[in-house]
T-cell receptor, first 111, second 112 residues
Framework: QKEVEQDPGPLSVPEGAIVSLNCTYSNSAFQYFMWYRQYSRKGPELLMYTYSSGNKEDGRFTAQVDKSSKYISLFIRDSQPSDSATYLCAMTRDTGNQFYFGTGTSLTVIP | NAGVTQTPKFRILKIGQSMTLQCTQDMNHNYMYWYRQDPGMGLKLIYYSVGAGITDKGEVPNGYNVSRSTTEDFPLRLELAAPSQTSVYFC???????????FGDGTRLSIL
């Protein structure tokens, strides 16, 4: 079983839609959770960084962590064509030296 | 602010050739990482370093070598290039093992 599972998509939505992206994980020791956005031919850039369970909001983006279910989500409100990218989840332990990444979900927002 | 800089951006190698992928960061981060990214496979960790003079293997280290003589630089060496090493290579850095990693824009390497 992989440490982190992420549906690769592709996901296609109309402009203005609410997008939900998800990852599940198997290691209960993970404490730090991240979402990265990766445009074509670019490196991943950090979108959200959260610790333990709960919600965190930043503009149109909301990250949600449910440690009891080993499930994390990223919600994008009022999606824009500029949100078209691949979204990667990542996580690590508080004593870890390594991050564990999902394989990424490809999102296209259609104008 | 440059962040993480990788050179070259593109390279084509012949089988058996060697090369060094360069990575430098200007954020005074202790931790640095090398990943490879293949289509549909996500990011796989090759090597990482927790400080100058300290390196350790990741998930897929075979065929690669690294060194960390300064805080800023973390070069990745391919000694005998093989077609299986065709990939996009990303360097990243972070302040600690659980702080977010900052990525460069990658080196696209083809081995023919």
């Amino acid at each position: 079983q992989k440490e982190v599972e992420q549906d690769p998509g592709p996901l296609s939505v109309p402009e203005g839609a609410i997008v939900s992206l998800n990852c599940t994980y198997s290691n209960s020791a993970f404490q730090y959770f991240m979402w990265y956005r990766q445009y074509s031919r670019k490196g991943p850039e950090l979108l959200m960084y959260t610790y333990s369970s709960g919600n965190k909001e930043d503009g149109r983006f909301t990250a949600q962590v449910d440690k009891s279910s080993k499930y994390i989500s990223l919600f994008i409100r009022d999606s824009q064509p500029s949100d078209s990218a691949t979204y990667l989840c990542a996580m690590t332990r508080d004593t870890g030296n390594q991050f564990y990444f999902g394989t990424g979900t490809s999102l296209t927002v259609i104008p | 602010n440059a962040g993480v800089t990788q050179t070259p951006k593109f390279r084509i190698l012949k089988i058996g050739q060697s090369m060094t992928l360069q990575c430098t960061q200007d954020m005074n981060h202790n931790y640095m990482y090398w990943y490879r990214q293949d289509p549909g496979m996500g990011l796989k960790l090759i090597y990482y370093s927790v400080g100058a003079g300290i390196t350790d293997k990741g998930e897929v280290p075979n065929g690669y070598n690294v060194s960390r003589s300064t805080t800023e630089d973390f070069p990745l060496r391919l000694e005998l290039a093989a077609p299986s090493q065709t990939s996009v290579y990303f360097c990243a850095s972070s302040y600690s093992g659980y702080q977010p990693q900052h990525f460069g824009d990658g080196t696209r390497l083809s081995i023919l």
